[in-house]
């Protein structure tokens, strides 16, 4: 920041320093008192939201079928790009990782291989 910029701030900040702002008239504060009154006091619950997203969205005969498509659409990708091969590790596995990581579940094989 240069000198010049310091000084337009310095400028801008005394002029909105000198500025007064005219009360609001009688019949602005009635209306925004009026307003604030009719606004809900709590805030909606999370199955309000999901109601009203629901019924954005043009309700359950939009919802529904777009739903359905959506389950079907997942569970035909997960059949599509399945293979053969185990994906989950069972407890059978269990000795073949270690093994893999050439650790033992056994305490006293550890001991041995310590200087």
Known sequence: MNNEDM???DVLGQTL???RVAPAS???RERIL???QT?????PSITQLL???LRSVGGWPVAGPALAFSMLLG???DLATRTD?????TAQDSTTIWELAMLSTDPTDDQDSLP
């Open 39 to 43: 606004l809900p006091q709590k805030p």
């Open 51 to 53: 109601w009203e997203l």
């Open 34 to 36: 009026a307003t604030a």
């Open 85 to 89: 091969a185990a994906t989950t590790i």
């Open 17 to 19: 320093d000198h500025h």
């Open 26 to 28: 009688a019949a602005l």
């Open 7 to 9: 000084q337009f701030d």
């Open 75 to 77: 569970v035909s990708f």
